[in-house]
């Protein structure tokens, strides 16, 4: 398996400002998302991280609110910008790799509150 | 497009039960199928992956099925613990694009 460390694992942020989280694995893995749940619901993909080109964004989320750094195979960030509190949620950092069977592995999370 | 259900949408059952959870799928041309458990308020947990190819992988009390023409799997879990207690997810990755389309999740008390 991955092991996968997600940074921070929560924070407390002003509306209009911006936060960054990390995801570092212990291993190159093909494949990076992010994605984000919002309080009672399941998950929804945000982007696929490309590493060294830009990140391919599912409908509804736009690269100036939500944009993605991959520079290599074992980190990526995402950065939550000029934040609203509807952007309150858990934003989550998964992996996998055609190597393991594109098995999905998961950080823990970021828990973002928006005030 | 792929949409993932789960059904019950909450369980609570007493402890020793064992317990079925349901996950659908709509499009049957899948590469794989995962169950997955999260805590409140953490990461999520793999817990199995079946293979499009397969028909059933099993760890420890868990042991999870894939009709994969019928668009179902199912979630069988033995002997239920009060640590079993949490959501249950399932996703599935179609053959096409890179992503894992989730359930909306089953929420599992075991009560001691």
């Known amino acids: 398996s991955a092991v996968i460390s997600q940074k921070p694992s929560r924070d407390i942020c002003q509306r209009g400002t911006s936060l960054t989280i990390q995801c570092q694995v212990d291993?190159?893995?093909?494949?990076m998302f992010w994605y984000r749940q919002q309080p009672g619901q399941s998950l929804t993909l945000i982007a696929t991280?490309?590493?060294?080109?830009?990140?391919?964004?599912e409908s509804g989320f736009v690269i100036d609110k939500f944009p993605i750094s991959r520079p290599n195979l074992t980190f990526s960030t995402l950065t939550v910008s000029n934040m609203s509190p509807e952007d309150s949620s858990i934003y989550l950092c998964?992996?996998?790799?055609?190597?393991?069977?594109?098995?999905?592995?998961f950080g823990q999370g970021t828990r973002l509150t928006v005030v | 497009k792929q949409e993932v259900t789960q059904i019950p949408a909450a369980l609570s059952v007493p402890e020793g039960e064992n317990l079925v959870l349901n996950c659908s799928f709509t499009d049957s041309a899948i590469y794989n199928l995962q169950w997955f458990r999260q805590d409140p308020g953490k990461g999520l947990t793999s817990l199995l992956l079946?293979?499009?190819?397969?028909r059933e992988q099993t760890s420890g009390r868990l042991n999870a099925s894939l009709d994969k023409s019928s668009g179902r799997s199912t979630l069988y879990i033995a002997a239920s613990q009060p640590g079993d207690s949490a959501t249950y997810l399932c996703?599935?990755?179609?053959?096409?694009?890179?992503?894992?389309?989730f359930g909306p999740g089953t929420r599992l008390s075991v009560l001691p």
């Open positions: 998964s992996v996998a790799d055609v190597d393991r069977g594109t098995e999905a592995f």
């Open positions: 079946i293979q499009s190819s397969q």
């Open positions: 991280a490309n590493q060294g080109s830009e990140a391919t964004y």
């Open positions: 291993s190159q893995v093909t494949m």
């Open positions: 996703a599935v990755k179609g053959n096409y694009g890179q992503n894992f389309v």
